[in-house]
């Protein structure tokens, strides 16, 4: 099923792949942003008036945060770890956000170039709470594409 005009995707439906390798047990993506500058460009025209355009100027890279639980997997640990360690070319991935309808057909994505992990934050374990150890963990990206 692919949604019908004037339908929204639904935001519980997501996942995170990293290299073609979906991230398992994703809780939430948030703060997407990326910026472009913009390049005010002044000048007269023929009959002498000034015209101001409004030109992209260059994109900047951009970041996302997502929450995961804590788990025994390697593989998104050891991206991390490289990451840290300064390892640039083993840290540089593809990543894409990946929305999906209610069959779980892929409908939108955002494909994130050159992605890196800048910074990671543990959950804060509490003695008899009954909730599980997350982690957030903050990419930087150098390009962003929308499908």
């Known amino acids: 099923m692919t949604l019908s005009n004037g339908d929204s995707i639904a935001a519980h439906n997501f996942s995170l792949q990293i290299d073609g390798v979906q991230v398992e047990y994703l809780a939430e993506v948030s703060a997407l942003s990326m910026e472009q500058d913009v390049i ?3 000048q007269n025209s023929a009959n002498g008036k000034p015209v101001v ?18 788990t025994q997997s390697s593989s998104f640990s050891t991206w991390i ?3 840290l360690a300064g390892n640039m070319a083993m840290a540089r991935k593809n990543a894409s ?5 209610y069959q779980n057909n892929p409908v939108k994505r ?24 997350t982690e957030q963990v903050t990419i930087t990206f150098e390009e962003l594409v929308i499908e």
């Open 110 to 133: 955002y494909n994130l170039r050159n992605a890196w992990c800048c910074k990671i934050e543990s959950g804060a374990p509490k003695a008899g709470e009954a909730a599980v150890l």
């Open 81 to 83: 770890n490289e990451s």
């Open 97 to 101: 956000i990946i929305f999906m309808d």
């Open 40 to 42: 005010k460009h002044t």
């Open 53 to 70: 355009r409004m030109m992209p100027g260059i994109q900047q890279g951009g970041t996302v945060t997502v929450t995961r639980g804590q």
